[in-house]
């Protein structure tokens, strides 16, 4: 009788032990999952944010341009900083110009979206140059497409100036030679500074 007694209190004993532990057991089972769970939500949280791009930037195009040491003349010529995006249009301009300023070359790229682009810019420029010459003369050149010249006196009379067009592929230039109003630059000159120009421009776009 004693002996079923101590029975039942071993079997009680060892079922309250097995109890306690698969509790315990339970319940460290239970922490990680729920860390796991915390865990995945965070870390979809963070990647479904917005995601942020930088804004395009706009081509720098100054490859285009020749440089002062491709002006070849009696006297030195030197380069301003490049201005990209001239009057809001794709493309660049610099100002080369004499250290006294008694001669002066603007070079003006601009790049359309094609070569007829190009060439109804070209067209319309024709007839725009009225602020800077003056009853302007108009001539041709050996460059590119559709090459035109006016040449003249300023408004104010206070320079000679002769504008030289062309197109090159989907690029549009303007090179406006300023100087005495005595003296137009020669053509052979003009032909020689456009013509590298063309060059640069058929190097950097592909042409």
Known sequence: MRNSRMLVVGVAAATALTVS??????????????????????????????????PAQPTDYTGLLIQATDINAPIQFNGSPPVNNPNGQPGVATTFSTQDGSHAIKDTIQVFADPAAATDALNAAKGGQGNAIKDPQTGSANVGTGATTLSGIAP???KGVLILLFTEGKAFVTLQFDGPTDSLPPQDFVNDVAQKQDAAIKKGLGG
């Open 21 to 54: 532990v698969a509790g315990c057991g339970g319940n460290k089972t239970s922490s990680p999952a729920s860390t796991t769970k915390s865990g995945s939500a965070t870390s979809a949280t963070s990647s479904s944010g917005p995601s942020s791009s930088a």
């Open 156 to 158: 104010d009379k206070s």
